[in-house]
């Protein structure tokens, strides 16, 4: 097997039925001796683990995603996930399904969705304290806490300069701990993670493996069925002082690794890999 590793803004792709090819740029940085020098290849299978856009126009690869979407690459996860998981209202209008066929079993947080974010469009929004998540930002960023009216309005008039969509849901305020759900194939762990900050990954974080229940397997194998099956995600909530869960997202193929079970993980995903490949012949 030859693995080539390459980077979003590094890539170009042609693409044809059944047949991709990927140039590679060279750069000017390299993390490896081979990152120096322009290369090409024609991949058989695809493991995506970074995300397709950054936080800025200029960070947006999906072209290149379109283009082994095009080809019909195999690849973890697959091309259709990673697409439909660019935005967020599409994964939760997903996840608003499986909490109306699941109900308490499934408790994904309360959401409005506001398709134009103008001082007009948001006259009602969920009861304060909230939480504004703007557009499809990730990692703790394009999302904001009001605890008060006059704050709130000011922020209006600030989206209402920009073209994003944003979501509103209330903020938890008697959270005890923060809960991630992590999938690797069939494999899966369960962390609980305390942090002062009300973003729970920004700053310093304690964070441990717990043991793996029912409800959380639950969570994590009925999400890894959404879009036509996702082998790797990982499912974000709050567990609250009085004992209730709220789930909050999930995130796709390039969720991250605890750092004390990297390695191992990181084995559960080769491993993937090399099972994905032997049932297509590859």
């Known amino acids: 097997i030859n693995i080539t590793k390459c980077r979003w803004e590094s890539i170009i792709v042609r693409a044809e039925n059944k047949k991709c090819i990927v140039y590679i740029k060279s750069n000017e940085k390299p993390l490896r001796p081979e990152e120096g020098?322009?290369?090409?290849?024609?991949?058989?299978?695809?493991?995506?683990r970074k995300l397709v856009r950054g936080l800025t126009k200029y960070e947006d690869y999906t072209n290149a995603l379109y283009g082994l979407l095009f080809s019909g690459v195999p690849s973890i996860n697959?091309?259709?996930?990673v697409h439909m998981c660019l935005e967020r209202p599409v994964v939760n209008a997903a996840l608003n399904n499986l909490n109306r066929r699941f109900g308490n079993n499934f408790p994904f947080i309360d959401q409005c969705y506001y398709s134009h974010a103008t001082p007009n469009a948001m006259l009602f929004t969920p009861q304060l304290p909230v939480v504004v998540k703007v557009g499809y930002a990730e990692a703790g960023y394009g999302k904001m806490k009001f605890e008060n009216s006059n704050d709130l309005n000011d922020f209006k008039g600030v989206l209402a300069l920009h073209h994003d969509y944003v979501t509103i849901e209330s903020y938890i305020q008697n959270r005890e701990y923060d809960l991630r759900i992590q999938k690797i194939g069939t494999h899966y762990r369960a962390y609980k993670r305390i942090n002062p900050n009300w973003k729970g990954n920004v700053g310093t974080s304690f964070v441990e493996e717990i043991p793996m229940t029912d409800q959380y397997l639950f969570w994590a194998e009925e999400c890894g069925k959404l879009f036509g099956g996702l082998d790797i995600l990982t499912v974000d909530a709050i567990h609250t002082k009085d004992g209730k869960d709220y789930i909050l997202e999930i995130n796709d193929t390039a969720s991250g690794l605890y750092g004390k079970n990297e390695v191992e993980d990181m084995g559960h995903i080769r491993d993937l890999v090399l099972q994905k490949m032997n049932q297509l012949n590859l």
């Not at 697959?78 to 996930?81: A, K, N, R, S, Y």
Request: charged letters at 30%; glycine letters at 6%.
């Open 78 to 81: 697959t091309l259709e996930g």
């Open 37 to 48: 020098r322009e290369r090409q290849f024609v991949p058989d299978f695809v493991l995506i």
